[in-house]
């Protein structure tokens, strides 16, 4: 059963969009960050298709913090100590839950919460057991005044890496995804990388249906769960 509940964070509400399995557990989990879209059908959907798989799935609503007209508007006021600490907040639910293995938690996002999965996981080492990351763009900058970017936080990574990456894709282009695949193979983090050729940005969605690719998109969600399966 899926629900919307909300959660604290720093004295605001932010809405915690939550699915999971029947049985009691303890079953593992999967905090959900979701494309610039917000809190969108497809991200509803990859909730509740994790939930299908066996995991409590949570994805919260990184534009809590203010009113905004649409997504648009919402992203330009992102910041990245805002994101880990929503991204902290939503594990300390997770964690609190006795249906969930606290032990077993990991971080997945698509395009810009492809970043904030790798921001999230770098930011709190110890609360993640796997990232996956879909085409997530914007590694090599940084959301705020003077911080690290996404990239920069890689040697604090602690847990093994699934990504995967459309050839056709301008962010992150291809060149890109391999100084990020050159980057965690000289850390030592575990890493796998799956690029589909004639497949640009956000090829799993398909409300996009000039961006959707149904072959990378089904290919992409299978490996997505099997990885899951043996790794979390």
């Known amino acids: 059963m899926s629900q919307t509940i909300q959660i604290d964070v720093g004295g605001d509400a932010m809405d915690l969009y939550v699915a999971g399995p029947d049985s009691a557990g303890p079953h593992p989990a999967v905090l959900v960050c979701f494309h610039r879209g917000g809190m969108d059908a497809f991200t509803r959907e990859r909730v509740d298709l994790l939930a299908e798989a066996g995991y409590v799935a949570a994805a919260p609503d990184f534009y809590h913090r203010r009113k905004c007209e649409d997504s648009e508007e919402a992203v330009q006021?992102?910041?990245?100590?805002?994101?880990?600490?929503?991204?902290?907040?939503?594990?300390?639910?997770?964690?609190?839950?006795?249906?969930?293995?606290?032990?077993?938690?990991?971080?997945?996002?698509?395009c810009m919460g492809g970043r904030v999965a790798f921001l999230g996981a770098?930011?709190?080492?110890?609360?993640?057991?796997?990232?996956?990351?879909y085409?997530?763009?914007?590694?090599?900058?940084?959301?705020?005044?003077?911080?690290p970017t996404a990239f920069e936080r890689l040697p604090a990574l602690r847990c093994p890496v699934v990504g995967f990456y459309g050839?056709?894709?301008?962010?992150?282009?291809?060149?890109?995804?391999?100084?990020?695949?050159?980057?965690?193979?000289r850390l030592g983090i575990p890493y796998e990388v799956h690029r589909y050729d004639g497949t640009g940005h956000a090829f799993q969605g398909a409300q996009s249906p000039e961006k959707y690719r149904e072959g990378p998109a089904k290919e992409s969600w299978v490996r997505t769960v099997a990885w899951l399966g043996e790794t979390v």
């Open 167 to 185: 050839n056709d894709d301008t962010n992150p282009s291809p060149e890109q995804v391999d100084r990020i695949r050159a980057e965690l193979k």
């Open 77 to 110: 006021h992102r910041r990245d100590d805002d994101v880990i600490a929503d991204i902290a907040a939503a594990v300390g639910w997770l964690q609190a839950q006795d249906r969930v293995d606290d032990g077993r938690i990991a971080i997945m996002g698509h």
């Open 135 to 147: 085409y997530g763009g914007g590694m090599f900058s940084a959301w705020g005044e003077g911080g």
């Open 122 to 133: 770098c930011a709190l080492p110890d609360a993640f057991a796997g990232v996956v990351t």
